[in-house]
């Protein structure tokens, strides 16, 4: 099982940039996905998640109206669209996956989750 994290880099304020998650390994429509990120001295907090059918998502307060979550299955593929992306934003990213058996649940916290995959780093100068 593997979950494997790009698109992250070196941008600007303001710029945009599109995480993107490739699974293999395990049946991703059986999992609701999440992303993590982790600045340096932080603890890992929670970004956004999606369910297993795609309608429900969720975000943390500061990145709402920025990014957008999303699932492509059939390319076994989750996506973070950034936009307007700050300082504040800096940090490693990570994918994670929650197997659940119920097609509108997510998850908010990292002991929710099963899977996780090595990161991409995202670094906002000014």
């Known amino acids: 099982v593997q979950l494997l994290e790009s698109g992250g880099g070196p941008v600007e304020t303001g710029a945009s940039l599109r995480l993107a998650c490739t699974v293999s390994g395990l049946i991703v429509s059986a999992y609701s996905m999440g992303w993590f990120r982790q600045a340096p001295g932080k603890e890992r907090v929670f970004v956004a998640a999606i369910s297993r059918n795609g309608i429900v998502t969720e975000y943390r307060d500061s990145v709402k109206g920025r990014f957008t979550i999303s699932r492509d299955d059939a390319k076994s593929t989750v996506f973070l669209r950034m936009d307007s992306l700050k300082p504040e934003d800096t940090a490693a990213y990570y994918c994670?996956?929650?197997?659940?058996?119920?097609?509108?649940?997510?998850?908010?916290?990292?002991?929710?989750?099963?899977?996780w995959g090595q990161g991409t780093q995202v670094t906002v100068s000014s």
């Open positions: 994670a996956a929650r197997y659940t058996d119920y097609f509108d649940d997510i998850g908010r916290t990292s002991d929710s989750y099963d899977v």
